[in-house]
């Protein structure tokens, strides 16, 4: 049985920004999925989409899911942190982009992402990366992936690339997900001495309403707490607020998060600009 439409619009992609402090100025590893968005690209199939009235909100907040996007989805997203680790009052934020290829039902997803990070303080695309992960979903709502973030990167970000596995398993209005993983997943003191050992990670979401969720999810060095929103019912469109290094474990105490993000299919966009367009 392949993932559930509710499951797969559950879809977390990527994230923002930049970090700063001990772990270096732009260490994007140690905070990239800070702002990490329920962007699922509606995912839908026509005939399931025609039925439901909204999509589900994301279950997770800063570590990554086995979810993904397939062929024909698209995500757009940008985000904001109150200010930046080992900082007083240092906003930054980050915008992204990208789509899916393959199907995950059948045999294996690919989704792709390109982010602009530290984008309030150093411009857009000036300091950029692109992220992707492969995708499998399994019988029972259950789902496994592996990604490899920041794989190609621009100069001016001192922070490394990291590849994690992941698990996913939706029941209900529950989704849990776990994972290991090394770069940014690794504790703080790891990092700060070099020390390359995987850590664990996971999230879990709770539907606590039919357009929001709440997250709690440790992304292998501190805890954040955050709710997934989606305000309309016909428009996927989440908005993602939160504070995260909530336990003191890394950082230098809780950070207010903010992101906002729109899932679409490639197809919607053809029939906006070409209305007059039809199927062959």
């Given at each position: 049985?392949?993932?559930?439409?509710?499951?797969?619009?559950?879809?977390?992609?990527?994230?923002?920004?930049?970090?700063?402090?001990?772990?270096?100025?732009?260490?994007?590893d140690s905070l990239r999925n800070s702002y990490l968005l329920p962007?699922?690209?509606?995912?839908?199939?026509?005939a399931a989409a025609a039925s439901r009235s909204r999509e589900a909100p994301g279950t997770s907040a800063q570590s990554p899911t086995a979810y993904g996007a397939d062929w024909g989805d698209g995500f757009l997203g940008a985000?904001?942190?109150?200010?930046?680790?080992?900082?007083?009052?240092?906003?930054?934020?980050?915008v992204f982009a990208g789509f899916g290829l393959g199907n995950s039902d059948d045999n294996i997803g690919f989704e792709g992402d390109i982010t602009s990070?530290?984008?309030?303080?150093?411009?857009?695309?000036?300091?950029?990366?692109?992220?992707?992960?492969?995708?499998?979903?399994l019988p029972g709502n259950f789902a496994v992936a592996a990604g490899w973030e920041d794989a190609i990167r621009t100069k001016g970000l001192d922070g490394?690339?990291?590849?994690?596995?992941?698990?996913?398993?939706?029941?209900?209005?529950?989704?849990?997900?776990?994972?290991l993983g090394g770069g940014r997943f690794r504790t703080e003191y790891n990092?700060?001495?070099?020390?390359?050992?995987?850590?664990?990670?996971?999230?879990?979401?709770?539907?606590?309403?039919?357009?929001?969720?709440?997250?709690?999810?440790?992304?292998?060095?501190n805890l954040a707490l955050a709710a997934s929103i989606v305000p309309f019912a016909r428009l996927p469109l989440f908005i993602l607020p939160g504070f995260a290094d909530l336990t003191h474990s890394a950082?230098?105490?809780?950070?207010?998060?903010?992101?906002?993000?729109?899932?679409?299919?490639?197809?919607?966009?053809?029939?906006?600009?070409?209305?007059?367009?039809?199927?062959?």
């Open positions: 049985m392949a993932v559930s439409d509710r499951t797969k619009s559950s879809v977390l992609l990527i994230a923002l920004l930049v970090a700063a402090g001990s772990l270096g100025a732009q260490n994007v962007v699922p690209p509606t995912v839908v199939r026509e985000g904001f942190e109150g200010r930046v680790r080992y900082t007083k009052n240092l906003p930054d934020g980050a990070f530290s984008t309030v303080r150093s411009g857009f695309g000036n300091h950029s990366s692109f992220s992707f992960k492969l995708h499998r979903n490394g690339t990291s590849i994690f596995g992941v698990v996913s398993s939706a029941y209900k209005r529950v989704t849990v997900s776990a994972g990092i700060d001495n070099d020390i390359h050992r995987v850590n664990v990670f996971g999230s879990v979401g709770v539907r606590v309403a039919e357009p929001v969720s709440l997250i709690a999810d440790w992304a292998g060095q950082g230098d105490g809780p950070r207010f998060i903010l992101g906002v993000g729109l899932g679409f299919r490639f197809a919607q966009v053809r029939n906006m600009v070409f209305p007059n367009r039809t199927a062959q």
